[in-house]
């Protein structure tokens, strides 16, 4: 039996079209997931840090300053990291779909995705990506 991380399965894989369809289904489901995790954080720690900087904002929707900004940031610690967090992790995943649309997936990341997907039909059902990964195929 072959084990995951033995390169020969993947390279017989590489050539096998419903291989290559569930390494595709899993990709979408990461960039899914990624979408979905900076969506909670923004209804859940953006509503938050948005709420818990009202004041500020209202002060800088009257009267916009660079003074302005630096005081609700400055003062508002908890918030304005929170709102930076949002920030940080939304544009982070911009960057990453934007690379792999331009350049396509790294080398890396590809033999990843492909051991995920070998590790999953070993698994079978009881997998839990199973069924959005390997139930449409059989």
Same mark, same amino acid.
């Given at each position: ?36 995790? $900076?969506?909670? /954080?923004?209804?859940? #720690?953006?509503? *938050?840090?948005? =709420?818990? +900087?009202?004041? !500020? ?30 920030? $940080?992790?939304? /544009?982070?995943?911009? #960057?990453?779909? *934007?690379?792999? =649309?331009? +350049?396509?997936? !790294? ?32």
């Amino acid at each position: 039996m072959n084990q995951p991380n033995d390169p020969a399965p993947i390279v017989e894989a590489n050539q096998d079209p419903l291989f290559l369809a569930q390494v595709q289904r899993l990709h979408q489901l990461t960039v899914y997931g990624r979408w979905l995790f $900076a969506g909670a /954080l923004w209804l859940t #720690v953006g509503t *938050l840090s948005l =709420w818990g +900087l009202r004041y !500020p904002i209202s002060l800088a929707m009257e009267y916009f300053t660079w003074a302005a900004l630096r005081y609700g940031l400055v003062f508002s610690p908890i918030p304005g990291f929170g709102l930076s967090l949002c920030l $940080a992790v939304t /544009l982070s995943i911009l #960057v990453w779909q *934007l690379r792999n =649309w331009l +350049l396509g997936l !790294p080398k890396r990341e590809c033999r990843r995705l492909e051991q995920q997907v070998l590790r999953i039909r070993q698994q079978g059902s009881s997998h839990p990506l199973w069924k959005w990964v390997c139930l449409n195929d059989e």
